[in-house]
Every structure is written in C-alpha cells, then in structure tokens.
C-alpha cells in the first residue's frame, strides 16, 4: 500500500509510528504478522506510487501489475521493493493506538539503502495525488541531532 | 521550541501527533495547560529555527533574542508566531503516548495561514541543522484524499 502519514519516534531504538487505515488490505494483515516493511520511494516512482494507492491487494498483485520487484528481508517475512532507494524492515512495537487512531507504532530492525543514489528525490503528499518533491539540501549550524 | 518529528493523524476532525522530548522547557508547559501552537516557517526563517532549537525557553525570550513576532491567538493563551506562514491552534487530545514516548495527540482547533504566500518553501529536518528545502508541486490523477 501506498502510506503518506508517518513521523520519526525515536533515534535508538530507531521507532516509526505511522497511519495505516483500517480500510487498506494492509490493515489487518500488519495486526496479524505485527511486520511490515516500508519503502521509500523516489519521484521516479510517482506514478506506481499513486497506482498503488488507488489499487487494493485484495483484488490485484501490484508487483506483477505495476511492474515493481520483490526481494526477500533478512528480518520480516514483508518483501523489499527493489525499486525505492530505502527499505526498513520494521516490527510492530506498540499497537496501543490502532484501535482509536490506526496508528502504528515500529521499531526499525533492519535499514536497507542503495549507496549510488546520492541525492534522491523523495516526495511528500499534499493531498489529492499532489506531491512536493524535494528540493535542495541547506546546511546550518547547529548542535541539534 | 523547534519540533521535527509530527505527522497528520486525521483529516476530521484534524489530528496531528508530535514528538516533544521531555528535555525541551516545552514540555512541562503542554502537559499542564494541554495547549499550544503549531507554527510553520519557511526556508527564510530556517536560521532562526535552528537558533529556537539550540536555545530554551529556560533561559532566554526566544521571541526578543531572534526577533519574533508574538500574536494573540484565538482559541489558546499560546501565541502565534507571526512571522510563520501558517500557525495551527492545537489542544492536547490524547496524552496515552506521553510518558513512552513524549508523543503529543493534537487536535487542531484554529488555523491560520497568511494567503499571500503561494509556494511556502517549507524545511524539513534531515538531523544535525541539515534541511530538504520543499521544491516543485507534482500533481498526478488520484482518488486519494
């Protein structure tokens, strides 16, 4: 599934909480398995991202209909997409606030990254199929983390 | 305070979750008065926003030191910060994540957003004062909200 909803938590143990609706195929599935992986993806892939957010896993296999590759985790059964320039395979840690919010809180166990992309281009959902793409990096002092 | 870690929970009513480490002055004061508000700056105001982050509250008015403008807001006693392009009055919905994980459940109550702006080029903490400023709008066919 595609997911837009997600913040850092913590650094050590790295902890992602993000929204996943109790309307996606992925719902129940991630309370089952308490695994996922997330993969982030570039503006190259903007196009397959929106497809996948408006196709469901319960009707069609989105590998095989929007041409992205499946590669085994080391940690969690959940495959990478080979195609996004980062893979964390994540656990579920706290499961308190699915119930009221959906939200799901992971630990990261394991980080995937491809080393050439130096400068990707992540997007960021707006709404409504509108993305900011990133855009230059700035540098400023700073003693924060 | 300068916050990174917050994600969008909810459309209606508007629910944004936060990261507020019980480090920051900051969080004693949203705890006891379950309020606060959400200030969006722009790339303009990036060096002040690493200034904000590597002072406290503590032990200076972050308001005089950097030159910021306090505005009364309209539903909680925090002020709005002026210079920023959008300011979201919040009250603490659900305080459950707190103690865990210093995760703060907000409910937007009042926003404000200063309708001159048309492109706010928004930051976006990479860790250590290294920012992605927001680049171009991509706008792909979507159902998705």
């Known amino acids: 599934m595609t997911m837009s909803w997600h913040t850092m938590m913590e650094f050590e143990p790295p902890i992602v909480g993000c929204v996943v609706s109790n309307r996606n195929f992925t719902f129940n599935i991630l309370k089952a398995t308490k695994e996922c992986v997330i993969n982030i993806p570039t503006v190259e892939l903007a196009g397959k991202v929106v497809s996948c957010g408006n196709a469901s896993g319960r009707e069609v296999d989105k590998?095989?209909?929007?041409?992205?590759?499946?590669?085994?985790?080391?940690?969690?059964?959940?495959?990478?997409?080979?195609?996004?320039?980062?893979n964390l395979e994540c656990r579920v840690a706290?499961?308190?606030?699915?119930?009221?919010?959906?939200?799901?809180?992971?630990?990261v166990i394991k980080g995937w990254i491809d080393p050439s992309r130096k400068q990707p281009r992540t997007i960021h959902h707006k709404g409504k199929g509108v993305f900011m793409v990133a855009g230059k990096t700035i540098r400023l002092r700073s003693r924060m983390k």
């Open 94 to 107: 706290d499961a308190r606030m699915v119930a009221k919010y959906n939200f799901f809180i992971l630990e």
């Open 63 to 86: 590998f095989r209909i929007f041409g992205l590759t499946a590669a085994p985790a080391s940690q969690v059964k959940a495959p990478l997409i080979v195609e996004c320039y980062a």
